[in-house]
């Protein structure tokens, strides 16, 4: 009996891969508008400040579709997955990837996008633009809107804030003296009269982190807002850290940013730099939690979600 033949479009933001991409890149995410020189160079200097370079950034989520396509092939001995990349703001775009999956024969689909949790103006995006593709090319796709309270995804980042709540002990911070910090990338405010799933699901799965942890001494904020006139949610995490200081809540900062599922630059520079930078400006002990990238309970849990989606279509 032959295998199912099924491809998994596996979505993302996209970064550029290299310095000549940036004002291209940049200009996709203003919808067609190019940046002043002045905007411009502040996003070049931020990669420049991460890695000098746009290679390893990109390259990391390339290593998370190899990664999932692996775990996939392993937990699934009777379907052939194929994983096909779709980027937002880089190419191959999300078009790019289904008619490519398309062009290679596929007639079933499964999409998901590397983030676990759902806005109308992020993940909804995504699948927007990934279903009018796929019914242009005659291909049946259903998706993964979201995956913030699967247990291998929320085992994932309670060890991770354990290993680092452990380094703080070993240096010899009262534990209820570390002040855990969960961030996301911030949407604007108008997200709340919709009644978007998006801080709620956020706030979930910090829940769900601290209760594993046995933590109380945690709160949410907010990072890498848009500069656009509409306000966008907060408190940021840089008014976060202030607070923390001026009120005396702790001495010590631990960030886990569970919104980010691999290190880009809102972790590598908005955090690494920018926030630890201030924390040290406050006196404060800074830390944050690794990403996920390629943990295998991460890829079990992209694997998990792509399977019963797919089972799902199937009996649908």
Same mark, same amino acid.
């Given at each position: 009996?032959?295998?199912?033949?099924?491809? #998994?479009?596996?979505?993302? /933001?996209?970064?550029?891969?290299?310095?000549?991409? =940036?004002?291209?890149?940049?200009?996709?995410?203003?919808?067609?508008?190019?940046?002043?020189?002045?905007?411009?160079?502040? &996003?070049?200097?931020?990669?420049?400040?991460? #890695?000098?370079?746009?290679?390893?950034?990109? *390259?990391?989520?390339?290593?998370?579709?190899?990664?999932?396509?692996?775990?996939?092939?392993?937990?699934?001995? $009777?379907?052939?997955?194929?994983? /096909?990349?779709?980027?937002?703001?880089?190419?191959?775009?999300?078009?790019?990837?289904?008619?490519? +999956?398309?062009?290679?024969?596929?007639?079933?689909? #499964?999409?998901? @996008?590397?983030?676990?949790? /759902?806005?109308? +103006?992020?993940?909804?995006?995504?699948?927007?633009?990934?279903?009018?593709?796929?019914?242009?090319?005659?291909?049946? +796709?259903?998706?993964? !809107?979201?995956?913030?309270?699967?247990?291998?995804? =929320?085992?994932?980042?309670?060890?991770? #804030?354990?290993?680092?709540?452990?380094?703080? %002990?070993?240096?010899? %911070?009262?534990?209820? !003296?570390?002040? @855990?910090?969960?961030?996301?990338?911030?949407?604007?405010?108008?997200?709340?009269?919709?009644?978007?799933?998006?801080? $709620?699901?956020?706030?979930?799965?910090?829940?769900? @982190?601290?209760?594993?942890?046995?933590?109380?001494?945690?709160?949410?904020?907010?990072?890498?807002?848009?500069?656009?006139?509409?306000?966008? &949610?907060?408190?940021?995490?840089?008014?976060? &850290? !202030?607070?923390?200081?001026?009120?005396?809540?702790?001495?010590? =900062?631990?960030?886990?940013?569970?919104?980010? =599922?691999? $290190?880009?630059?809102?972790?590598?520079?908005?955090?690494?730099?920018?926030?630890?930078?201030?924390?040290?400006?406050?006196?404060?002990?800074?830390?944050?939690?690794?990403?996920?990238?390629?943990?295998?309970? /991460?890829?079990?849990?992209?694997?998990?979600?792509?399977?019963?989606?797919? *089972?799902?279509? !199937?009996?649908?």
């Amino acid at each position: 009996m032959s295998k199912r033949n099924v491809g #998994v479009l596996v979505m993302s /933001y996209g970064t550029p891969e290299s310095l000549d991409q =940036v004002e291209a890149y940049y200009t996709h995410i203003r919808r067609g508008s190019p940046p002043s020189p002045e905007q411009l160079k502040e &996003l070049t200097d931020r990669y420049d400040a991460v #890695v000098g370079g746009f290679f390893p950034l990109r *390259e990391n989520t390339n290593k998370q579709v190899a990664a999932l396509q692996e775990t996939l092939r392993q937990s699934s001995p $009777d379907v052939d997955y194929r994983c /096909y990349q779709g980027l937002k703001h880089a190419s191959p775009f999300i078009e790019d990837g289904v008619r490519s +999956m398309a062009a290679d024969g596929l007639k079933e689909a #499964v999409g998901i @996008v590397l983030a676990p949790h /759902y806005s109308v +103006m992020s993940v909804g995006g995504y699948i927007k633009r990934a279903q009018e593709q796929a019914e242009a090319e005659g291909v049946k +796709m259903s998706f993964v !809107r979201s995956y913030h309270l699967h247990p291998k995804l =929320v085992e994932a980042l309670t060890l991770r #804030v354990e290993a680092e709540l452990r380094k703080f %002990a070993e240096a010899g %911070a009262p534990r209820d !003296r570390v002040r @855990v910090v969960f961030t996301a990338h911030s949407l604007p405010e108008k997200i709340l009269e919709m009644r978007d799933p998006y801080p $709620d699901q956020l706030l979930a799965t910090s829940r769900a @982190v601290a209760d594993a942890c046995g933590i109380v001494n945690w709160q949410f904020g907010w990072q890498s807002a848009g500069r656009t006139a509409m306000p966008w &949610l907060g408190p940021d995490i840089l008014d976060v &850290l !202030r607070t923390i200081k001026e009120e005396r809540q702790a001495e010590y =900062v631990l960030v886990c940013p569970l919104g980010f =599922v691999s $290190d880009h630059l809102e972790v590598l520079y908005d955090l690494d730099i920018e926030a630890k930078r201030l924390a040290e400006e406050l006196g404060l002990s800074f830390a944050r939690t690794a990403s996920l990238n390629t943990d295998p309970l /991460y890829m079990e849990t992209l694997s998990d979600a792509i399977r019963e989606a797919d *089972e799902g279509a !199937r009996q649908s």
